[in-house]
């Protein structure tokens, strides 16, 4: 996404320049000062992470703390565009109008009041992977880790929505959370058409995987749109409009939206050529072993990662430890939960030295499988490609 180049840009520059992130970026083994780190998280309750800027927080998960069906808090990975707002549950409103029977106000306690749902679901920033596509384009560096899967819980919207009495002209709902536009960045509202606002899965969570929402994940309250990219989930959800139009802001046009047809890698998309980014892809990767990990001949491996699809379910996990020539099913974990994850496992022990290449491949339930080459497109949205990883066996 190319967004304006606001004084907290340049601030973050500065402080990305001073705390040398790069050095975040290496091999754990290979540095004392990270280990150091590593013993003393940063930030509040996570365990160390990818730190792409601290202020705001742009913090990725590595590989590693992907490997289970649920993502902890401690490891789940932070996207805000904006300084994080001060939010107090005591005092928190979120105020419904627009195209509305009767403006309403519901405190987090009415919240809490009203029925809950559970849901697990998969949260993915819609640039992660954004670092691996060539030719480079502007935006946050994610590799594999602006991804985690966790536990939510709240109240349904269209519970929420019934305190207000919705229009049935409304097109979209638009959501602000507490975050504040700052110099040329500008305030963060997402509108979400009304057949996803009211799908019974879409929640307001005040509870993340069995506590109440952290502050750096939208606490107190924050939206949920299961199998639609991150931006979408607003956080510290304040403001909920019902509206006939979509949001003119920044956050709906031109970002988070992807061309329609697919144009010649490094050039522009025509503007009335792009759609607003919902569903995310097919795709799968390696939590283990590390990428350039070693191994011994004979020793017993176990590969395992996520698979996921959007809105699809997984059907199918292959693994090949031969760069992509043969192919072989990997099990897939027992819980099957539409917006999920699923973990993928395969066991591997390598007769003869040498460096393999390792790839995985997921295929959804529309029949979509994971393509050898992502779609270029102009923001760096939706990086799926086959992952590949090297390692090198020893005799
Ligand atoms: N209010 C607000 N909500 C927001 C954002 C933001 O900048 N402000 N960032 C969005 C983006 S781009 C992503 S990927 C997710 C990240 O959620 P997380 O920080 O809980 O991982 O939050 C979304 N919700
Ligand atoms: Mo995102």
Not at 50 to 65: A, G, M, N, R, W
Not at 145 to 150: D, L, P, Q, R, S
Not at 280 to 308: E, I
Not at 339 to 344: A, G, K, L, N, V
Request: proline residues 9%.
């Amino acid at each position: 996404m190319t967004s304006p180049r606001p004084i907290v840009d340049k601030l973050k520059d500065g402080m990305n320049r001073l705390l040398s992130r790069r050095a975040l970026l290496a091999a754990p083994a290979l540095l004392p000062a990270l280990a150091q780190d590593q013993q003393q998280p940063r930030f509040a309750g996570k365990r160390p992470m990818i730190v792409h800027s601290d202020f705001p927080e742009d913090l990725e998960s590595l590989p590693e703390y992907l490997s289970t069906w649920i993502t902890p808090n401690d490891s789940f990975f932070v996207r805000q565009h904006l300084p994080r707002p001060k939010s107090d549950a005591a005092s928190h409103r979120i105020e419904i109008g627009g195209m509305v029977k009767q403006n309403a106000a519901l405190s987090i306690a009415d919240l809490r009041a009203l029925p809950q749902t559970t849901l697990p679901a998969v949260l993915e920033c819609a640039g992660n992977g954004r670092g691996f596509y060539r030719p480079r384009m502007p935006g946050l560096q994610w590799s594999k880790g602006a991804i985690g899967n966790a536990e939510w819980r709240g109240p349904r919207l269209i519970d929420v929505l019934a305190k207000a009495g919705a229009s049935p002209q409304a097109a979209y709902a638009d959501f602000n959370g507490l975050d504040v536009g700052v110099g040329k960045t500008p305030d963060f509202i997402r509108s979400i058409p009304m057949r996803k606002t009211l799908h019974s899965s879409t929640i307001l969570a005040l509870d993340m995987n069995g506590v109440p929402l952290p502050d750096l994940h939208g606490g107190p309250v924050r939206l949920i749109v299961p199998g639609w990219d991150g931006a979408s989930w607003v956080k510290w959800v304040a403001k909920i409009d019902l509206v006939d139009k979509i949001n003119p802001g920044f956050y709906m046009n031109p970002a988070y939206r992807y061309p329609n047809t697919p144009v010649a890698p490094g050039s522009a998309a025509k503007p009335e050529d792009l759609g607003v980014l919902e569903g995310m892809a097919v795709k799968s990767f390696f939590a283990r072993p590390a990428d350039q990990a070693r191994a011994a001949v004979g020793q017993a491996l176990t590969l395992t990662g996520p698979a996921w699809a959007g809105e699809n379910k997984i059907v199918r996990v292959e693994v090949s430890t031969d760069g992509g020539a043969s192919w072989r099913l990997a099990s897939l974990s027992a819980k099957d939960f539409q917006f999920s994850w699923r973990i993928w496992s395969s066991q591997w022990k390598p007769a003869k030295p040498g460096y393999y290449t390792l790839c995985c491949r997921a295929t959804d339930s529309a029949g979509r499988m994971q393509p050898i080459e992502a779609v270029w497109n102009p923001s760096g949205y939706l990086w799926n490609a086959i992952d590949r990883i090297g390692v090198l066996v020893e005799g």
